[in-house]
Protein backbone atom coordinates (compact mmCIF):
# COMPACT_ATOMS: atom_id res chain seq x y z
CA UNK A 1 0.00 0.00 0.00
CA UNK A 2 2.71 2.47 0.93
CA UNK A 3 4.74 1.32 -2.57
CA UNK A 4 1.20 2.22 -4.14
CA UNK A 5 1.15 5.66 -2.72
CA UNK A 6 4.54 6.73 -3.51
CA UNK A 7 3.20 6.11 -7.12
CA UNK A 8 0.77 8.29 -7.24
CA UNK A 9 1.20 11.74 -8.63
CA UNK A 10 -1.32 14.78 -9.93
CA UNK A 11 -1.72 14.51 -13.64
CA UNK A 12 -0.12 17.80 -13.68
CA UNK A 13 2.97 16.12 -12.27
CA UNK A 14 2.23 12.91 -14.60
CA UNK A 15 2.36 15.23 -17.76
CA UNK A 16 5.90 17.35 -16.54
CA UNK A 17 7.71 13.87 -16.00
CA UNK A 18 6.34 12.90 -19.40
CA UNK A 19 7.64 15.88 -21.49
CA UNK A 20 10.89 15.74 -19.29
CA UNK A 21 11.53 11.91 -20.81
CA UNK A 22 10.27 14.02 -24.07
CA UNK A 23 13.41 15.62 -23.31
CA UNK A 24 11.51 19.18 -23.26
CA UNK A 25 13.71 22.03 -22.95
CA UNK A 26 11.31 25.05 -23.35
CA UNK A 27 7.26 25.50 -22.99
CA UNK A 28 6.03 28.97 -24.39
CA UNK A 29 2.40 29.72 -22.99
CA UNK A 30 0.15 31.93 -20.59
CA UNK A 31 -1.90 30.72 -17.73
CA UNK A 32 -5.28 31.02 -17.32
CA UNK A 33 -8.02 29.33 -14.38
CA UNK A 34 -8.35 25.96 -16.28
CA UNK A 35 -4.31 25.49 -16.27
CA UNK A 36 -3.57 27.30 -12.81
CA UNK A 37 -2.99 23.42 -11.27
CA UNK A 38 -0.64 22.71 -14.55
CA UNK A 39 1.47 26.33 -13.57
CA UNK A 40 1.38 25.51 -10.09
CA UNK A 41 3.80 22.20 -11.07
CA UNK A 42 5.56 24.51 -13.50
CA UNK A 43 6.77 26.50 -10.48
CA UNK A 44 9.20 24.10 -9.30
CA UNK A 45 11.35 24.54 -12.33
CA UNK A 46 11.87 21.39 -13.74
CA UNK A 47 10.98 22.54 -17.48
CA UNK A 48 11.87 26.44 -18.10
CA UNK A 49 8.41 28.23 -19.40
CA UNK A 50 8.44 31.23 -21.38
CA UNK A 51 5.62 33.62 -20.68
CA UNK A 52 4.35 35.77 -23.99
CA UNK A 53 2.05 38.41 -23.95
CA UNK A 54 -0.63 36.60 -26.08
CA UNK A 55 -1.60 33.02 -27.10
CA UNK A 56 -0.69 34.04 -30.27
CA UNK A 57 2.26 34.98 -29.73
CA UNK A 58 3.15 31.41 -27.97
CA UNK A 59 2.28 29.36 -30.68
CA UNK A 60 4.38 31.51 -33.37
CA UNK A 61 7.17 31.48 -31.00
CA UNK A 62 6.99 27.92 -30.42
CA UNK A 63 6.98 27.38 -34.04
CA UNK A 64 9.87 29.67 -34.54
CA UNK A 65 11.79 27.43 -31.57
CA UNK A 66 10.69 24.48 -33.99
CA UNK A 67 12.15 25.57 -37.46
CA UNK A 68 15.29 26.68 -36.23
CA UNK A 69 15.86 24.00 -34.15
CA UNK A 70 13.99 20.83 -35.43
CA UNK A 71 12.70 19.95 -32.13
CA UNK A 72 8.99 20.28 -31.29
CA UNK A 73 7.83 23.60 -29.90
CA UNK A 74 5.51 22.38 -26.76
CA UNK A 75 2.80 25.58 -25.81
CA UNK A 76 0.32 25.81 -22.77
CA UNK A 77 -2.52 27.75 -23.30
CA UNK A 78 -6.04 27.89 -20.61
CA UNK A 79 -9.10 27.16 -21.95
CA UNK A 80 -11.65 29.40 -24.21
CA UNK A 81 -10.07 32.43 -25.48
CA UNK A 82 -6.74 30.93 -24.87
CA UNK A 83 -7.49 27.84 -27.33
CA UNK A 84 -9.13 30.24 -29.82
CA UNK A 85 -6.29 32.65 -29.98
CA UNK A 86 -4.34 30.01 -30.89
CA UNK A 87 -5.73 28.67 -33.48
CA UNK A 88 -4.20 31.24 -35.93
CA UNK A 89 -0.70 29.52 -35.26
CA UNK A 90 -2.00 26.03 -35.13
CA UNK A 91 -3.35 26.36 -38.33
CA UNK A 92 0.06 27.98 -39.39
CA UNK A 93 2.38 24.81 -38.31
CA UNK A 94 -0.42 22.48 -40.02
CA UNK A 95 -0.02 24.34 -43.53
CA UNK A 96 4.02 24.41 -43.11
CA UNK A 97 4.35 20.83 -41.24
CA UNK A 98 5.55 22.35 -38.29
CA UNK A 99 6.22 19.91 -35.38
CA UNK A 100 4.21 21.10 -31.78
CA UNK A 101 2.46 19.87 -28.89
CA UNK A 102 -0.68 22.09 -28.04
CA UNK A 103 -2.16 21.87 -24.41
CA UNK A 104 -5.04 23.62 -23.91
CA UNK A 105 -6.64 24.24 -20.98
CA UNK A 106 -10.40 22.79 -20.42
CA UNK A 107 -13.28 22.62 -18.26
CA UNK A 108 -14.01 20.25 -15.79
CA UNK A 109 -14.97 16.84 -17.45
CA UNK A 110 -18.85 17.22 -15.90
CA UNK A 111 -18.70 20.89 -17.25
CA UNK A 112 -17.85 20.11 -21.04
CA UNK A 113 -21.02 20.24 -23.43
CA UNK A 114 -22.58 22.82 -20.87
CA UNK A 115 -21.17 26.46 -22.17
CA UNK A 116 -19.48 25.92 -18.57
CA UNK A 117 -17.06 29.39 -17.75
CA UNK A 118 -14.39 29.87 -20.68
CA UNK A 119 -15.76 26.57 -22.53
CA UNK A 120 -14.75 26.42 -26.17
CA UNK A 121 -15.11 23.02 -28.07
CA UNK A 122 -11.52 22.70 -28.61
CA UNK A 123 -11.86 19.06 -30.05
CA UNK A 124 -13.95 20.53 -33.00
CA UNK A 125 -12.57 23.87 -33.74
CA UNK A 126 -8.68 22.02 -34.30
CA UNK A 127 -9.66 18.69 -35.92
CA UNK A 128 -9.37 20.48 -39.39
CA UNK A 129 -5.87 21.96 -38.63
CA UNK A 130 -3.96 19.37 -36.47
CA UNK A 131 -2.51 16.08 -37.50
CA UNK A 132 -3.99 14.53 -34.47
CA UNK A 133 -5.80 15.86 -31.29
CA UNK A 134 -6.90 14.28 -27.74
CA UNK A 135 -8.73 15.31 -24.97
CA UNK A 136 -8.19 13.85 -21.66
CA UNK A 137 -10.88 11.86 -20.06
CA UNK A 138 -8.73 9.48 -17.72
CA UNK A 139 -5.37 11.00 -16.06
CA UNK A 140 -3.80 7.78 -16.10
CA UNK A 141 -3.55 7.87 -19.85
CA UNK A 142 -1.35 10.76 -20.09
CA UNK A 143 1.75 9.26 -20.29
CA UNK A 144 0.30 7.53 -23.68
CA UNK A 145 -0.94 9.93 -25.24
CA UNK A 146 1.89 12.67 -24.61
CA UNK A 147 4.14 9.82 -25.91
CA UNK A 148 1.46 9.51 -29.13
CA UNK A 149 1.79 13.02 -29.99
CA UNK A 150 5.31 13.27 -30.12
CA UNK A 151 5.46 10.58 -32.45
CA UNK A 152 2.81 11.98 -34.42
CA UNK A 153 3.81 15.39 -34.51
CA UNK A 154 7.78 14.91 -35.30
CA UNK A 155 7.32 12.05 -38.08
CA UNK A 156 5.83 11.39 -41.11
CA UNK A 157 4.92 14.50 -42.63
CA UNK A 158 4.91 16.90 -39.13
CA UNK A 159 2.83 18.76 -37.75
CA UNK A 160 0.85 20.18 -34.50
CA UNK A 161 -1.16 18.29 -32.16
CA UNK A 162 -3.48 19.34 -29.59
CA UNK A 163 -3.59 17.83 -26.21
CA UNK A 164 -6.85 19.34 -24.73
CA UNK A 165 -6.86 19.31 -20.60
CA UNK A 166 -10.00 19.34 -18.68
CA UNK A 167 -8.78 20.98 -15.38
CA UNK A 168 -9.64 18.07 -13.22
CA UNK A 169 -7.85 15.97 -14.65
CA UNK A 170 -4.63 17.66 -13.91
CA UNK A 171 -5.81 17.40 -10.43
CA UNK A 172 -6.82 13.87 -10.14
CA UNK A 173 -3.99 11.52 -8.86
CA UNK A 174 -3.15 8.01 -10.82
CA UNK A 175 -0.46 5.91 -10.57
CA UNK A 176 0.50 6.08 -14.11
CA UNK A 177 2.77 3.89 -15.92
CA UNK A 178 5.19 5.75 -17.75
CA UNK A 179 6.98 3.05 -19.84
CA UNK A 180 4.67 3.34 -22.25
CA UNK A 181 4.29 0.99 -26.06
CA UNK A 182 3.33 2.77 -29.10
CA UNK A 183 1.13 1.38 -30.55
CA UNK A 184 -0.07 2.73 -33.80
CA UNK A 185 -1.14 0.50 -36.31
CA UNK A 186 -3.24 2.68 -38.67
CA UNK A 187 0.12 5.79 -38.05
CA UNK A 188 2.69 3.96 -40.15
CA UNK A 189 4.48 6.78 -42.57
CA UNK A 190 6.67 5.31 -45.08
CA UNK A 191 10.18 6.67 -44.93
CA UNK A 192 12.50 4.04 -47.10
CA UNK A 193 11.35 4.70 -51.26
CA UNK A 194 10.66 2.02 -52.98
CA UNK A 195 13.48 0.92 -55.28
CA UNK A 196 11.99 0.49 -58.13
CA UNK A 197 10.79 4.03 -58.77
CA UNK A 198 14.00 5.45 -57.49
CA UNK A 199 15.89 3.24 -60.48
CA UNK A 200 12.93 4.41 -63.01
CA UNK A 201 13.66 8.13 -61.74
CA UNK A 202 17.36 7.83 -62.42
CA UNK A 203 16.58 5.98 -65.38
CA UNK A 204 14.72 9.04 -66.57
CA UNK A 205 17.56 11.35 -65.68
CA UNK A 206 20.10 9.28 -67.81
CA UNK A 207 17.98 10.16 -70.90
CA UNK A 208 17.02 13.72 -70.18
CA UNK A 209 17.98 16.64 -71.60
CA UNK A 210 16.85 19.42 -69.62
CA UNK A 211 16.67 18.04 -65.79
CA UNK A 212 15.68 20.20 -63.16
CA UNK A 213 15.49 20.12 -59.17
CA UNK A 214 12.60 21.78 -57.32
CA UNK A 215 13.36 21.95 -53.70
CA UNK A 216 11.35 22.32 -51.22
CA UNK A 217 10.38 22.13 -47.16
CA UNK A 218 10.76 18.59 -46.99
CA UNK A 219 14.19 18.77 -47.69
CA UNK A 220 14.95 20.51 -44.75
CA UNK A 221 11.96 18.78 -42.11
CA UNK A 222 14.29 15.84 -43.33
CA UNK A 223 17.74 17.37 -42.42
CA UNK A 224 18.70 16.43 -46.53
CA UNK A 225 20.76 19.64 -47.33
CA UNK A 226 24.05 17.66 -47.07
CA UNK A 227 22.58 14.78 -49.35
CA UNK A 228 20.92 17.39 -51.93
CA UNK A 229 23.84 19.35 -52.81
CA UNK A 230 25.87 16.04 -53.26
CA UNK A 231 23.10 14.78 -55.78
CA UNK A 232 23.16 18.22 -57.47
CA UNK A 233 26.80 18.57 -57.81
CA UNK A 234 27.57 15.03 -58.78
CA UNK A 235 25.39 15.00 -61.61
CA UNK A 236 25.62 19.46 -62.51
CA UNK A 237 21.88 19.19 -62.51
CA UNK A 238 20.28 22.99 -61.65
CA UNK A 239 17.77 23.99 -58.90
CA UNK A 240 15.46 26.05 -57.94
CA UNK A 241 13.74 26.67 -54.50
CA UNK A 242 10.22 27.09 -53.03
CA UNK A 243 9.96 29.93 -50.56
CA UNK A 244 10.28 27.32 -47.64
CA UNK A 245 12.90 25.26 -49.44
CA UNK A 246 15.32 28.25 -49.24
CA UNK A 247 18.47 27.20 -47.66
CA UNK A 248 18.58 23.71 -48.54
CA UNK A 249 21.01 24.66 -51.25
CA UNK A 250 23.27 28.08 -50.93
CA UNK A 251 22.53 30.71 -52.87
CA UNK A 252 25.92 30.71 -53.80
CA UNK A 253 25.84 27.67 -55.12
CA UNK A 254 26.72 28.13 -59.59
CA UNK A 255 24.17 25.59 -60.36
CA UNK A 256 20.92 27.34 -58.00
CA UNK A 257 18.37 29.37 -59.55
CA UNK A 258 16.99 31.18 -56.50
CA UNK A 259 13.38 31.01 -55.67
CA UNK A 260 10.42 30.06 -58.25
CA UNK A 261 7.31 31.08 -58.68
CA UNK A 262 5.30 34.40 -58.12
CA UNK A 263 8.04 36.39 -57.33
CA UNK A 264 10.72 33.82 -58.16
CA UNK A 265 13.94 34.74 -60.60
CA UNK A 266 13.56 34.88 -64.49
CA UNK A 267 15.97 31.84 -64.12
CA UNK A 268 14.59 29.70 -62.00
CA UNK A 269 10.59 30.48 -63.67
CA UNK A 270 11.85 29.92 -67.52
CA UNK A 271 13.22 26.85 -66.19
CA UNK A 272 10.59 25.66 -64.63
CA UNK A 273 8.92 25.92 -68.23
CA UNK A 274 11.71 24.33 -70.29
CA UNK A 275 12.72 21.50 -68.31
CA UNK A 276 11.63 18.26 -70.06
CA UNK A 277 12.30 16.29 -66.25
CA UNK A 278 11.34 17.69 -62.94
CA UNK A 279 12.17 16.68 -60.02
CA UNK A 280 10.60 17.61 -56.99
CA UNK A 281 11.88 17.17 -53.69
CA UNK A 282 9.44 17.99 -50.69
CA UNK A 283 7.55 20.22 -51.97
CA UNK A 284 3.89 20.47 -52.44
CA UNK A 285 2.92 22.74 -55.76
CA UNK A 286 1.18 25.33 -53.99
CA UNK A 287 -0.55 28.02 -56.28
CA UNK A 288 2.53 30.41 -55.10
CA UNK A 289 5.02 28.43 -56.88
CA UNK A 290 2.12 26.71 -59.79
CA UNK A 291 -0.23 29.59 -60.50
CA UNK A 292 -1.39 27.96 -63.63
CA UNK A 293 -1.05 23.96 -63.47
CA UNK A 294 -2.34 23.15 -66.86
CA UNK A 295 0.88 25.10 -67.54
CA UNK A 296 3.14 24.54 -65.14
CA UNK A 297 6.26 22.41 -66.40
CA UNK A 298 4.04 21.02 -69.40
CA UNK A 299 7.29 20.01 -71.21
CA UNK A 300 8.38 17.90 -68.53
CA UNK A 301 8.28 14.82 -67.03
CA UNK A 302 7.29 14.59 -63.36
CA UNK A 303 8.88 12.94 -60.63
CA UNK A 304 7.38 13.94 -57.17
CA UNK A 305 9.33 12.60 -53.61
CA UNK A 306 7.12 13.55 -50.80
CA UNK A 307 6.35 11.53 -47.23
CA UNK A 308 2.69 12.75 -47.87
CA UNK A 309 1.29 10.23 -50.14
CA UNK A 310 -1.72 12.75 -50.12
CA UNK A 311 0.51 15.73 -51.92
CA UNK A 312 1.20 13.32 -54.71
CA UNK A 313 -1.11 14.57 -57.83
CA UNK A 314 -2.99 16.67 -55.88
CA UNK A 315 -2.04 19.62 -58.28
CA UNK A 316 0.10 18.25 -60.94
CA UNK A 317 -0.05 14.99 -62.38
CA UNK A 318 2.67 13.04 -61.30
CA UNK A 319 4.74 10.30 -63.70
CA UNK A 320 7.14 9.04 -61.10
CA UNK A 321 5.75 9.11 -57.70
CA UNK A 322 8.06 8.54 -54.72
CA UNK A 323 6.26 8.21 -51.16
CA UNK A 324 9.39 8.43 -49.02
CA UNK A 325 11.76 10.68 -46.75
CA UNK A 326 13.66 12.81 -48.59
CA UNK A 327 17.12 11.98 -47.14
CA UNK A 328 16.54 8.34 -47.55
CA UNK A 329 15.30 8.97 -51.21
CA UNK A 330 18.59 11.14 -52.10
CA UNK A 331 20.59 8.02 -50.45
CA UNK A 332 19.15 6.08 -52.57
CA UNK A 333 19.90 8.31 -55.72
CA UNK A 334 23.34 8.98 -55.00
CA UNK A 335 23.73 5.24 -54.92
CA UNK A 336 22.65 5.04 -58.20
CA UNK A 337 25.69 5.77 -60.79
CA UNK A 338 24.00 6.59 -63.86
CA UNK A 339 26.68 7.15 -66.84
CA UNK A 340 26.92 9.73 -70.38
CA UNK A 341 24.48 12.25 -68.78
CA UNK A 342 25.80 15.84 -70.31
CA UNK A 343 23.80 19.13 -69.86
CA UNK A 344 26.54 22.08 -70.82
CA UNK A 345 24.02 23.60 -73.21
CA UNK A 346 21.53 23.50 -70.66
CA UNK A 347 23.17 24.64 -67.93
CA UNK A 348 24.74 27.63 -70.37
CA UNK A 349 21.48 28.89 -70.81
CA UNK A 350 20.27 28.56 -67.61
CA UNK A 351 23.27 30.67 -66.00
CA UNK A 352 22.95 32.97 -68.61
CA UNK A 353 19.62 33.78 -67.77
CA UNK A 354 20.89 33.95 -64.48
CA UNK A 355 23.43 36.72 -64.81
CA UNK A 356 21.36 38.83 -67.26
CA UNK A 357 18.00 39.03 -64.76
CA UNK A 358 19.18 39.17 -61.36
CA UNK A 359 16.59 40.54 -59.00
CA UNK A 360 17.22 44.50 -59.45
CA UNK A 361 16.28 47.43 -58.06
CA UNK A 362 17.43 51.01 -58.69
CA UNK A 363 20.74 51.12 -57.24
CA UNK A 364 21.48 54.51 -58.14
CA UNK A 365 19.01 56.69 -56.64
CA UNK A 366 20.03 58.67 -53.48
CA UNK A 367 16.16 60.18 -53.04
CA UNK A 368 14.49 56.83 -50.48
CA UNK A 369 16.26 54.04 -48.90
CA UNK A 370 15.08 50.67 -50.83
CA UNK A 371 13.87 48.41 -49.11
CA UNK A 372 16.01 45.37 -50.89
CA UNK A 373 19.16 47.06 -50.35
CA UNK A 374 18.72 47.28 -46.80
CA UNK A 375 18.39 42.97 -47.01
CA UNK A 376 21.13 42.90 -48.90
CA UNK A 377 24.17 44.89 -47.60
CA UNK A 378 22.50 43.19 -44.07
CA UNK A 379 23.28 40.14 -45.55
CA UNK A 380 26.77 41.48 -46.60
CA UNK A 381 27.12 42.29 -42.28
CA UNK A 382 25.94 39.30 -41.41
CA UNK A 383 27.66 37.05 -43.95
CA UNK A 384 24.92 34.96 -44.57
CA UNK A 385 24.77 33.46 -41.71
CA UNK A 386 22.15 34.56 -39.50
CA UNK A 387 18.87 32.76 -38.91
CA UNK A 388 16.59 35.05 -40.70
CA UNK A 389 12.58 35.83 -39.72
CA UNK A 390 10.46 37.73 -41.46
CA UNK A 391 6.89 38.95 -41.04
CA UNK A 392 4.17 38.67 -43.99
CA UNK A 393 4.45 40.58 -46.70
CA UNK A 394 6.80 42.85 -49.48
CA UNK A 395 9.80 42.48 -46.70
CA UNK A 396 9.20 38.60 -46.74
CA UNK A 397 9.72 38.52 -50.32
CA UNK A 398 12.40 40.96 -50.66
CA UNK A 399 14.10 38.69 -48.00
CA UNK A 400 13.84 35.56 -50.23
CA UNK A 401 14.88 37.40 -52.86
CA UNK A 402 18.06 39.39 -51.49
CA UNK A 403 19.45 37.90 -48.41
CA UNK A 404 22.31 35.43 -49.35
CA UNK A 405 20.86 32.20 -47.56
CA UNK A 406 23.46 29.57 -46.97
CA UNK A 407 22.06 26.76 -44.56
CA UNK A 408 19.25 25.18 -43.50
CA UNK A 409 16.62 26.06 -41.21
CA UNK A 410 17.99 29.68 -41.62
CA UNK A 411 14.77 31.25 -42.50
CA UNK A 412 11.93 31.32 -40.12
CA UNK A 413 8.85 32.58 -42.15
CA UNK A 414 5.12 31.89 -42.39
CA UNK A 415 4.32 30.15 -46.24
CA UNK A 416 1.07 28.21 -46.20
CA UNK A 417 -1.08 30.24 -44.19
CA UNK A 418 0.54 33.60 -45.03
CA UNK A 419 0.25 34.73 -41.46
CA UNK A 420 0.47 38.62 -40.67
CA UNK A 421 2.29 38.84 -36.87
CA UNK A 422 4.35 35.74 -37.07
CA UNK A 423 7.59 37.90 -37.29
CA UNK A 424 8.07 39.06 -33.73
CA UNK A 425 7.41 35.95 -31.43
CA UNK A 426 8.73 33.68 -34.38
CA UNK A 427 12.00 35.34 -34.00
CA UNK A 428 11.88 35.19 -30.55
CA UNK A 429 11.46 31.47 -30.53
CA UNK A 430 14.01 31.02 -32.65
CA UNK A 431 16.68 32.99 -30.68
CA UNK A 432 15.63 30.88 -27.82
CA UNK A 433 16.31 27.84 -29.37
CA UNK A 434 19.51 28.82 -31.22
CA UNK A 435 20.90 31.52 -28.81
CA UNK A 436 24.14 31.11 -30.24
CA UNK A 437 23.19 32.36 -33.66
CA UNK A 438 22.34 35.34 -34.55
CA UNK A 439 18.96 36.21 -34.97
CA UNK A 440 17.18 39.39 -37.67
CA UNK A 441 13.27 39.87 -38.23
CA UNK A 442 12.87 41.67 -41.20
CA UNK A 443 8.65 42.94 -40.72
CA UNK A 444 6.95 45.16 -42.15
CA UNK A 445 5.10 48.60 -40.11
CA UNK A 446 1.55 46.98 -40.68
CA UNK A 447 2.62 42.89 -39.55
CA UNK A 448 4.43 44.43 -36.38
CA UNK A 449 1.38 46.38 -35.00
CA UNK A 450 -0.23 42.81 -34.76
CA UNK A 451 1.76 41.08 -32.22
CA UNK A 452 4.45 43.74 -30.80
CA UNK A 453 3.28 43.39 -27.45
CA UNK A 454 6.01 40.44 -27.58
CA UNK A 455 9.04 43.19 -27.27
CA UNK A 456 7.99 42.73 -23.67
CA UNK A 457 9.62 39.70 -23.21
CA UNK A 458 13.21 40.41 -24.49
CA UNK A 459 14.69 42.46 -21.90
CA UNK A 460 12.82 39.96 -19.76
CA UNK A 461 15.09 36.54 -21.03
CA UNK A 462 17.74 38.34 -22.23
CA UNK A 463 17.10 37.89 -26.24
CA UNK A 464 19.10 40.47 -28.37
CA UNK A 465 17.29 40.08 -31.67
CA UNK A 466 17.32 42.82 -34.50
CA UNK A 467 14.14 43.88 -35.34
CA UNK A 468 13.96 45.53 -38.60
CA UNK A 469 10.89 47.22 -39.83
CA UNK A 470 10.79 48.36 -43.32
CA UNK A 471 8.08 51.48 -42.86
CA UNK A 472 6.60 51.73 -46.18
CA UNK A 473 3.85 53.32 -44.14
CA UNK A 474 1.40 51.06 -45.77
CA UNK A 475 0.09 47.56 -46.27
CA UNK A 476 2.80 47.01 -49.28
CA UNK A 477 1.79 43.98 -50.81
CA UNK A 478 -2.15 44.86 -50.29
CA UNK A 479 -1.08 47.75 -52.01
CA UNK A 480 1.44 46.76 -54.75
CA UNK A 481 -1.75 44.26 -55.94
CA UNK A 482 -4.56 47.27 -56.06
CA UNK A 483 -1.93 49.52 -57.66
CA UNK A 484 -1.44 46.59 -60.72
CA UNK A 485 -4.76 44.70 -60.59
CA UNK A 486 -7.55 47.85 -58.82
CA UNK A 487 -6.59 50.26 -60.92
CA UNK A 488 -4.59 51.87 -58.43
CA UNK A 489 -7.35 52.57 -55.65
CA UNK A 490 -5.94 52.36 -52.35
CA UNK A 491 -8.59 50.92 -50.14
CA UNK A 492 -7.84 50.79 -46.98
CA UNK A 493 -4.32 49.66 -47.53
CA UNK A 494 -1.96 53.19 -46.47
CA UNK A 495 -1.91 54.00 -43.03
CA UNK A 496 -2.79 57.57 -42.56
CA UNK A 497 -0.71 58.16 -38.89
CA UNK A 498 1.01 55.45 -37.17
CA UNK A 499 3.10 55.23 -33.62
CA UNK A 500 6.21 56.26 -33.20
CA UNK A 501 8.09 52.78 -32.90
CA UNK A 502 11.63 54.21 -31.65
CA UNK A 503 9.33 55.51 -28.66
CA UNK A 504 7.66 52.25 -28.47
CA UNK A 505 10.87 50.04 -28.27
CA UNK A 506 12.34 52.39 -25.33
CA UNK A 507 8.55 52.55 -23.66
CA UNK A 508 9.68 48.58 -23.51
CA UNK A 509 13.33 49.27 -22.40
CA UNK A 510 15.28 48.17 -25.33
CA UNK A 511 17.15 50.38 -28.12
CA UNK A 512 15.31 51.81 -31.03
CA UNK A 513 16.95 53.68 -33.74
CA UNK A 514 15.35 54.91 -36.80
CA UNK A 515 17.07 55.39 -40.24
CA UNK A 516 15.52 57.60 -42.69
CA UNK A 517 18.83 58.94 -44.54
CA UNK A 518 20.00 56.97 -47.69
CA UNK A 519 23.43 58.59 -47.79
CA UNK A 520 24.55 57.36 -44.34
CA UNK A 521 22.31 53.56 -44.55
CA UNK A 522 25.39 51.39 -44.70
CA UNK A 523 27.39 52.98 -42.07
CA UNK A 524 24.49 53.41 -39.48
CA UNK A 525 23.53 49.81 -40.39
CA UNK A 526 26.94 48.88 -39.19
CA UNK A 527 27.22 50.88 -36.43
CA UNK A 528 23.69 49.60 -35.15
CA UNK A 529 24.76 45.58 -35.97
CA UNK A 530 27.73 46.49 -33.38
CA UNK A 531 25.22 45.99 -30.21
CA UNK A 532 24.48 43.60 -28.38
CA UNK A 533 21.18 43.53 -27.01
CA UNK A 534 17.97 43.38 -28.73
CA UNK A 535 17.70 46.65 -30.95
CA UNK A 536 14.49 47.56 -32.92
CA UNK A 537 15.80 49.27 -36.13
CA UNK A 538 13.31 51.22 -38.03
CA UNK A 539 14.19 52.26 -41.35
CA UNK A 540 12.06 54.16 -43.40
CA UNK A 541 11.76 52.76 -47.23
CA UNK A 542 10.60 53.77 -50.47
CA UNK A 543 6.56 53.57 -49.90
CA UNK A 544 6.12 53.01 -53.95
CA UNK A 545 8.30 50.18 -53.83
CA UNK A 546 7.14 47.04 -55.54
CA UNK A 547 7.98 43.49 -55.26
CA UNK A 548 9.21 42.16 -58.98
CA UNK A 549 9.84 39.93 -61.19
CA UNK A 550 5.88 39.26 -60.60
CA UNK A 551 4.09 36.24 -61.95
CA UNK A 552 0.03 37.84 -61.66
CA UNK A 553 -2.19 34.73 -59.75
CA UNK A 554 -3.57 32.66 -62.23
CA UNK A 555 -1.01 33.22 -65.01
CA UNK A 556 2.19 30.99 -66.01
CA UNK A 557 5.10 31.07 -64.72
CA UNK A 558 6.87 32.33 -67.88
CA UNK A 559 4.39 35.44 -67.71
CA UNK A 560 6.14 37.49 -65.53
CA UNK A 561 6.05 41.10 -64.82
CA UNK A 562 8.83 43.37 -64.22
CA UNK A 563 11.45 41.55 -65.85
CA UNK A 564 15.08 43.81 -66.18
Known sequence: ?????????????????????????????YPGGAVLPLYDALYDGDIPHILTRHEQGAVHAAEGYAKATGKPGVVVVTSGPGATNALTGIADAMSDSIPMIVFTGQVVTDGIGKDAFQEADVIGLTMP????????????????????????????????????????????????????KLHLPSYQPTIKPNKLQVKKLMEALSVAKKP??????????????????????????????????????????????GMGGMHGSF????????????INIGSRFDDRLASAPKEFASNALIAHIDIDPAEIGKIIETDIPIVADAKETLKEMLAIDIAGTEWSDWNKLNLTRKKRHPFHYDKEQQAEIKPQKVIEFIGE?????????????????????????????????????????????????????????????????????MTNQELAILNEYNIP????????????????????????????????????????????????????????????????????????????????????????????????????
Open 381 to 449: LTQGEAIIATDVGQHQMWAAQFYPFKNEKQLVTSGGLGTMGYGVPAAIGAKLGCPDKEVVLFVGDGGFQ
Open 465 to 564: IKIVILNNQSLGMVRQWQESFFNGRRSESVFSSQPDFVKMAEAYHIKGVRIDDPTTLENDLTTIFKETGPVLIEVMVSPTEHVLPMVPAGKANYQMLGVE
Open 212 to 257: LVLVGAGVLHANAGKELVEFITKYQVPALSSLLGLGAVPTEQELFL
Open 267 to 278: AANMALTDCDLL
Open 1 to 29: MVEQQKKMKSGSRILIDALLKQKVDMIFG
Open 129 to 180: ITKNNYQVRDTKELPRIIEEAFHIATTGRKGPVVIDLPKDMTVMEAAADTEV
